[in-house]
Protein backbone atom coordinates (compact mmCIF):
# COMPACT_ATOMS: atom_id res chain seq x y z
CA UNK A 1 0.00 0.00 0.00
CA UNK A 2 1.12 3.34 -1.21
CA UNK A 3 2.11 5.80 1.98
CA UNK A 4 0.11 8.57 -0.30
CA UNK A 5 -3.13 7.43 -2.15
CA UNK A 6 -5.00 9.79 -4.36
CA UNK A 7 -8.51 9.34 -5.70
CA UNK A 8 -9.60 9.28 -8.20
CA UNK A 9 -6.89 8.82 -10.93
CA UNK A 10 -8.53 10.31 -13.68
CA UNK A 11 -11.19 12.97 -13.83
CA UNK A 12 -13.29 14.38 -16.75
CA UNK A 13 -15.57 17.38 -16.00
CA UNK A 14 -17.47 19.98 -17.97
CA UNK A 15 -16.19 23.39 -17.17
CA UNK A 16 -18.28 25.05 -14.29
CA UNK A 17 -18.21 22.00 -12.49
CA UNK A 18 -17.17 21.94 -8.87
CA UNK A 19 -14.42 19.53 -8.72
CA UNK A 20 -12.69 17.25 -5.51
CA UNK A 21 -9.26 15.26 -5.56
CA UNK A 22 -8.38 13.18 -2.51
CA UNK A 23 -5.46 12.70 -1.20
CA UNK A 24 -5.14 9.88 1.87
CA UNK A 25 -2.07 9.31 3.82
CA UNK A 26 -0.29 6.96 6.32
CA UNK A 27 2.08 8.26 8.09
CA UNK A 28 2.47 11.45 10.37
CA UNK A 29 3.16 14.45 8.30
CA UNK A 30 4.28 17.99 9.23
CA UNK A 31 2.82 19.03 5.90
CA UNK A 32 1.25 18.40 2.66
CA UNK A 33 1.41 19.69 -0.33
CA UNK A 34 -0.53 20.23 -3.70
CA UNK A 35 1.41 20.47 -6.98
CA UNK A 36 -0.32 21.38 -10.55
CA UNK A 37 1.61 19.89 -13.33
CA UNK A 38 0.81 21.32 -16.55
CA UNK A 39 0.56 19.01 -20.21
CA UNK A 40 3.92 20.52 -20.81
CA UNK A 41 5.12 19.68 -18.11
CA UNK A 42 5.74 22.39 -15.63
CA UNK A 43 5.56 22.04 -12.26
CA UNK A 44 3.98 24.58 -9.55
CA UNK A 45 2.87 24.58 -6.01
CA UNK A 46 -0.23 25.24 -4.98
CA UNK A 47 -0.69 24.68 -1.66
CA UNK A 48 1.57 24.03 1.48
CA UNK A 49 -0.64 23.44 4.57
CA UNK A 50 -0.36 21.31 7.87
CA UNK A 51 -3.86 22.00 9.45
CA UNK A 52 -7.57 23.66 8.45
CA UNK A 53 -7.83 24.99 5.13
CA UNK A 54 -6.46 27.59 2.25
CA UNK A 55 -7.77 29.35 -0.53
CA UNK A 56 -5.76 30.61 -3.42
CA UNK A 57 -8.67 31.98 -5.99
CA UNK A 58 -10.89 29.10 -7.31
CA UNK A 59 -8.40 26.63 -5.58
CA UNK A 60 -9.15 25.18 -1.73
CA UNK A 61 -7.19 22.67 0.07
CA UNK A 62 -8.31 21.80 3.27
CA UNK A 63 -6.35 18.61 5.42
CA UNK A 64 -8.15 16.96 8.37
CA UNK A 65 -5.04 15.96 10.41
CA UNK A 66 -6.35 13.47 12.40
CA UNK A 67 -8.43 11.35 9.19
CA UNK A 68 -5.17 11.76 7.75
CA UNK A 69 -6.75 13.37 4.78
CA UNK A 70 -6.61 16.33 2.50
CA UNK A 71 -9.05 17.54 -0.80
CA UNK A 72 -8.81 20.27 -3.12
CA UNK A 73 -11.36 21.69 -4.55
CA UNK A 74 -11.56 23.67 -7.77
CA UNK A 75 -14.69 25.99 -8.09
CA UNK A 76 -16.21 26.99 -11.68
CA UNK A 77 -13.71 24.97 -13.48
CA UNK A 78 -11.97 25.57 -16.56
CA UNK A 79 -10.45 24.05 -19.50
CA UNK A 80 -7.12 25.94 -18.39
CA UNK A 81 -7.25 23.69 -15.00
CA UNK A 82 -6.85 20.54 -17.09
CA UNK A 83 -3.63 19.47 -15.73
CA UNK A 84 -2.17 16.30 -12.97
CA UNK A 85 -2.29 17.68 -9.43
CA UNK A 86 -0.10 16.18 -7.27
CA UNK A 87 -0.21 15.30 -3.78
CA UNK A 88 3.20 14.95 -1.29
CA UNK A 89 3.45 14.47 2.44
CA UNK A 90 6.54 15.79 4.68
CA UNK A 91 7.17 13.46 7.39
CA UNK A 92 10.69 14.06 8.71
CA UNK A 93 12.71 14.79 6.28
CA UNK A 94 11.41 12.45 3.63
CA UNK A 95 8.75 13.89 0.86
CA UNK A 96 6.27 11.32 -0.67
CA UNK A 97 4.26 11.93 -3.48
CA UNK A 98 0.98 10.28 -4.56
CA UNK A 99 0.77 9.22 -8.01
CA UNK A 100 -1.03 12.15 -9.57
CA UNK A 101 -4.63 13.04 -10.74
CA UNK A 102 -5.32 13.67 -14.52
CA UNK A 103 -8.23 16.36 -14.41
CA UNK A 104 -9.63 17.38 -17.98
CA UNK A 105 -12.37 19.69 -18.16
CA UNK A 106 -13.79 20.13 -21.41
CA UNK A 107 -15.29 23.49 -22.90
CA UNK B 1 13.56 37.24 -11.09
CA UNK B 2 14.32 34.49 -13.63
CA UNK B 3 12.90 31.53 -11.80
CA UNK B 4 14.78 28.12 -11.61
CA UNK B 5 17.07 27.76 -13.64
CA UNK B 6 18.04 24.16 -15.28
CA UNK B 7 20.22 23.45 -18.50
CA UNK B 8 20.26 21.10 -20.12
CA UNK B 9 16.83 21.00 -21.42
CA UNK B 10 17.08 18.08 -23.58
CA UNK B 11 20.33 15.34 -22.69
CA UNK B 12 20.55 12.27 -24.83
CA UNK B 13 23.45 10.34 -24.25
CA UNK B 14 25.27 6.64 -24.72
CA UNK B 15 25.08 4.18 -21.94
CA UNK B 16 28.07 4.46 -19.80
CA UNK B 17 28.61 8.52 -20.25
CA UNK B 18 29.42 11.13 -17.86
CA UNK B 19 25.90 13.40 -17.40
CA UNK B 20 25.75 16.53 -15.99
CA UNK B 21 22.41 18.42 -15.00
CA UNK B 22 22.73 21.84 -13.57
CA UNK B 23 20.45 23.93 -12.02
CA UNK B 24 20.52 27.38 -10.49
CA UNK B 25 17.99 28.58 -8.08
CA UNK B 26 16.12 31.62 -7.12
CA UNK B 27 18.68 34.05 -5.46
CA UNK B 28 18.05 34.14 -1.45
CA UNK B 29 16.63 30.55 -1.74
CA UNK B 30 17.92 28.46 1.28
CA UNK B 31 16.25 24.67 0.15
CA UNK B 32 17.53 23.24 -2.66
CA UNK B 33 15.74 19.81 -3.97
CA UNK B 34 16.56 17.74 -6.98
CA UNK B 35 13.63 15.63 -7.58
CA UNK B 36 13.44 12.60 -10.70
CA UNK B 37 10.31 11.70 -12.55
CA UNK B 38 9.32 8.47 -14.71
CA UNK B 39 6.14 6.96 -15.58
CA UNK B 40 7.00 4.11 -13.65
CA UNK B 41 7.69 5.74 -10.41
CA UNK B 42 6.12 9.31 -10.61
CA UNK B 43 8.08 11.80 -8.77
CA UNK B 44 11.01 11.07 -6.48
CA UNK B 45 12.97 13.07 -3.62
CA UNK B 46 16.52 12.51 -4.72
CA UNK B 47 18.42 15.16 -2.38
CA UNK B 48 17.89 18.48 -0.47
CA UNK B 49 20.11 20.89 0.06
CA UNK B 50 19.46 23.44 2.97
CA UNK B 51 22.42 26.45 3.13
CA UNK B 52 24.29 24.54 0.23
CA UNK B 53 24.60 21.43 2.95
CA UNK B 54 22.89 18.16 1.81
CA UNK B 55 20.30 17.33 4.55
CA UNK B 56 19.27 13.82 3.11
CA UNK B 57 20.39 12.12 0.28
CA UNK B 58 18.07 8.76 1.07
CA UNK B 59 16.50 9.40 -2.63
CA UNK B 60 19.50 8.80 -4.21
CA UNK B 61 18.94 5.69 -5.85
CA UNK B 62 22.54 4.11 -6.04
CA UNK B 63 26.35 5.43 -5.78
CA UNK B 64 26.55 6.47 -9.51
CA UNK B 65 24.54 9.38 -8.73
CA UNK B 66 26.10 12.66 -6.85
CA UNK B 67 24.93 15.77 -6.16
CA UNK B 68 26.74 18.99 -5.11
CA UNK B 69 25.86 22.60 -3.75
CA UNK B 70 29.94 24.65 -3.89
CA UNK B 71 27.53 28.42 -3.93
CA UNK B 72 23.81 29.27 -3.13
CA UNK B 73 23.76 29.81 -6.52
CA UNK B 74 24.96 26.38 -8.29
CA UNK B 75 23.87 22.69 -8.06
CA UNK B 76 25.14 19.98 -9.77
CA UNK B 77 23.46 16.49 -10.52
CA UNK B 78 25.74 13.92 -11.55
CA UNK B 79 25.28 10.35 -13.06
CA UNK B 80 28.41 8.41 -13.86
CA UNK B 81 28.25 5.94 -15.22
CA UNK B 82 24.61 6.52 -17.15
CA UNK B 83 22.33 3.45 -17.74
CA UNK B 84 19.23 3.62 -19.85
CA UNK B 85 17.30 2.86 -16.75
CA UNK B 86 18.12 6.99 -15.21
CA UNK B 87 15.92 7.91 -18.20
CA UNK B 88 13.89 10.56 -17.17
CA UNK B 89 12.96 14.27 -16.09
CA UNK B 90 14.88 15.37 -13.43
CA UNK B 91 13.75 18.53 -11.76
CA UNK B 92 15.24 21.49 -9.43
CA UNK B 93 13.28 23.15 -6.67
CA UNK B 94 14.44 25.67 -4.59
CA UNK B 95 12.37 27.55 -1.52
CA UNK B 96 12.67 30.01 1.31
CA UNK B 97 12.75 28.09 4.67
CA UNK B 98 11.57 24.90 2.84
CA UNK B 99 7.66 26.82 2.31
CA UNK B 100 6.91 27.05 -1.20
CA UNK B 101 9.01 25.40 -3.73
CA UNK B 102 9.54 26.71 -7.06
CA UNK B 103 10.32 24.29 -9.51
CA UNK B 104 12.69 24.49 -12.68
CA UNK B 105 11.74 23.82 -16.46
CA UNK B 106 12.98 20.17 -16.33
CA UNK B 107 15.78 18.12 -18.04
CA UNK B 108 14.67 15.61 -19.93
CA UNK B 109 17.35 13.08 -19.98
CA UNK B 110 17.53 9.81 -22.66
CA UNK B 111 20.01 7.37 -22.01
CA UNK B 112 20.44 5.08 -25.07
Known amino acids: KNEVEQSPQNLTAQEGEFITINCSYS?????LHWLQQHPGGGIVSLFMLSSGKKKHGRLIATINIQEKHSSLHITASHPRDSAVYICAVTSGSRLTFGEGTQLTVNP | DAGVIQSPRHEVTEMGQEVTLRCKPISGHDYLFWYRQTMMRGLELLIY????????DSGMPEDRFSAKMPNASFSTLKIQPSEPRDSAVYFC??????????FGPGTRLTVL
Open chain 2, 93 to 102: ASSLLRVKQF
Open chain 2, 49 to 56: FNNNVPID
Open chain 1, 27 to 31: VGISA
